[in-house]
């Protein structure tokens, strides 16, 4: 069933229509990257895989305060480039509101797949930590988890949120409808969002059905109702 899954996963992706390339820039890293070790912080939950969730954070607001922040350099300090949307990660989701998590595994991503990956999450410790919490419970393999995470979200193809963001009384609604616009498959109830206590965007979490075709998101994942007013951080 897991081999099946990920084989639609491959073809849906590949059949994608070519991504448009978002305005932000990202300078691969010479060398490979360390992976930092990453130690377990909840229970191990292993369970029947129903979807999965792309969860995308917004850079501008995630390097807000954190700009001089050592750990946060690569993706906040321009000196790698500038970040739009990054991955956060790829989780499976389970019955119900319930996710697996955690599952046992003795593999870690090699230096090489850490490095290909930073422009996608320029964070090793986040690549590392979403890998053993995530996807050792989709594939026993984090070259497979690394890989179909980059084929989600090459195929996936951006709007201007530079433009988007000084559109007034924008609300849910206009960001989940624009995204879909843009995406051939897509649909506005398919795309979650996450915004913070200010109002502002923080990630857009796309979901997706267990054969990888984008599908409704539930309560729990879908987020502020599509009246409600939300900003946009653009960066200075």
Known sequence: ????????????????????????????????ISVPAIERDGPVREMRVTGYTLALSWSPEFCRFRDDEPRHARQCSGRAGRFAFVVHGLWPNGPGNSWPQWCPTRRAPSPLEMAQAMCMSPDPALVSRQWFKHGACMTPDPGAYLRITQILWDSLRWPDFDRLSRQRDLTAGDIRQTFADANPYWEAEDVGLEVNERGWLREMRL????????QACNRQRYGPDDDEDVRIWRGL
């Open 1 to 32: 069933m897991r081999g099946a899954a990920w084989g639609v996963a491959l073809a849906v992706a590949l059949l994608s229509s070519p991504a448009a390339a978002q305005a932000y820039q990202c300078r691969i890293p010479q060398g490979p």
């Open 207 to 214: 979901c997706y059905g267990d054969d990888f075709m984008p």
